[in-house]
């Protein structure tokens, strides 16, 4: 459903992405990881259009995106550090999205519900926590029902119960077929809410592959110890050339 055929981005000097493709499909679900600058956000961002690469192509639905935006009406996107206006109250911003999409008669309120934001409808967005924003983040990335959901670091901040509720809910979104990206570095969450995994490493995709065959490549029963084996390889890469990318 996205197709990232051949993309490379610099940003000055620095080779970002290295001309590299991968496929993303509907009901799957893909833990995108890789050390700090590795290129996972500028990944996403390409996606969405926030950052042009320099060559190669997004596909969604085999349409390219470039110079294109009605495709994003089918991505939820929840930004790790969620910028709104301070002054603006949570229920204001929730009607100026609706009003942005006029065309969706039906939301998605499980979240706004289970997070109670209702009941705090008149607060600033200023005033509010580094957790109540996120919780309003999710709230929104999920309000129109998107086909595809992008996630990043979605469960950091929020207290445990909202961690629960978040997790129940990509899980149920998952069930029903949507295309899922989440970048956490909590490996615990991405080994429940996951089924693929894509490492990159220099911006370059190092592993993409089910988390079985990361578990079977690596001879790791368990998710953490094979994402730190897998830690391990890209260190001993940077002085050999082996990749293990099955793209
Ligand atoms: P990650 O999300 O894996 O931490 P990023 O995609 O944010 O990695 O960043 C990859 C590299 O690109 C980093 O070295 C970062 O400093 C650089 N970078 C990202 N965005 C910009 C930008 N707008 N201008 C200059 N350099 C950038």
């Given at each position: 459903?996205?197709?990232?055929?051949s993309?490379?981005?610099?940003?000055?000097?620095?080779?970002?992405?290295?001309?590299?493709?991968?496929?993303?499909?509907?009901?799957?679900?893909?833990?995108?990881m890789?050390?700090?600058?590795?290129?996972?956000?500028?990944?996403?961002?390409?996606?969405?259009?926030?950052?042009?690469?320099?060559?190669?192509?997004?596909?969604?639905?085999?349409?390219?995106?470039?110079?294109?935006?009605?495709?994003?009406?089918?991505?939820?996107?929840?930004?790790?550090?969620?910028?709104y206006?301070?002054?603006?109250?949570?229920?204001?911003?929730?009607?100026?999205?609706?009003?942005m999409?006029?065309?969706?008669?039906?939301?998605?309120?499980?979240?706004?519900?289970?997070?109670?934001?209702?009941?705090?409808?008149?607060?600033?967005?200023?005033?509010l926590?580094?957790?109540?924003?996120?919780?309003?983040?999710?709230?929104?990335?999920f309000?129109?029902?998107?086909?595809?959901?992008?996630?990043?670091?979605?469960?950091?901040?929020?207290?445990?119960?909202?961690?629960?509720?978040?997790?129940?809910?990509?899980?149920?979104?998952?069930?029903?077929?949507?295309?899922?990206?989440?970048?956490?570095?909590?490996?615990?969450?991405?080994?429940?809410?996951?089924?693929?995994?894509?490492?990159?490493?220099?911006?370059?995709?190092?592993?993409?592959?089910?988390?079985?065959?990361?578990?079977?490549?690596?001879?790791?029963?368990?998710?953490?110890?094979?994402?730190?084996?897998?830690?391990?390889?890209?260190?001993?890469?940077?002085?050999?050339?082996?990749?293990?990318?099955?793209?």
């Amino acid at each position: 459903m996205i197709s990232v055929n051949s993309i490379s981005k610099k940003f000055g000097k620095q080779q970002v992405l290295h001309d590299f493709e991968l496929r993303f499909e509907a009901g799957h679900s893909y833990a995108v990881m890789g050390p700090n600058g590795s290129g996972k956000t500028t990944l996403i961002k390409s996606i969405l259009g926030m950052v042009l690469p320099d060559s190669g192509e997004i596909l969604v639905d085999g349409q390219s995106i470039q110079g294109h935006t009605a495709y994003r009406q089918q991505i939820g996107y929840m930004p790790q550090i969620g910028r709104y206006p301070s002054n603006m109250k949570i229920g204001q911003l929730f009607s100026m999205m609706k009003d942005m999409r006029p065309e969706v008669k039906e939301y998605d309120l499980d979240l706004v519900n289970q997070f109670e934001l209702e009941m705090i409808k008149d607060k600033a967005m200023g005033t509010l926590s580094g957790g109540t924003r996120q919780k309003v983040s999710a709230a929104l990335a999920f309000l129109f029902q998107p086909k595809v959901l992008i996630l990043d670091e979605p469960t950091a901040g929020l207290d445990p119960i909202a961690v629960e509720i978040l997790k129940a809910k990509i899980q149920k979104e998952r069930k029903e077929g949507k295309l899922i990206l989440i970048t956490s570095h909590i490996l615990n969450d991405l080994e429940e809410l996951t089924d693929q995994a894509i490492y990159l490493f220099e911006g370059e995709v190092f592993f993409n592959d089910s988390i079985e065959s990361l578990k079977e490549i690596t001879g790791e029963g368990r998710f953490s110890p094979a994402i730190a084996k897998l830690m391990q390889w890209t260190l001993k890469k940077k002085t050999s050339t082996k990749s293990l990318t099955h793209a």
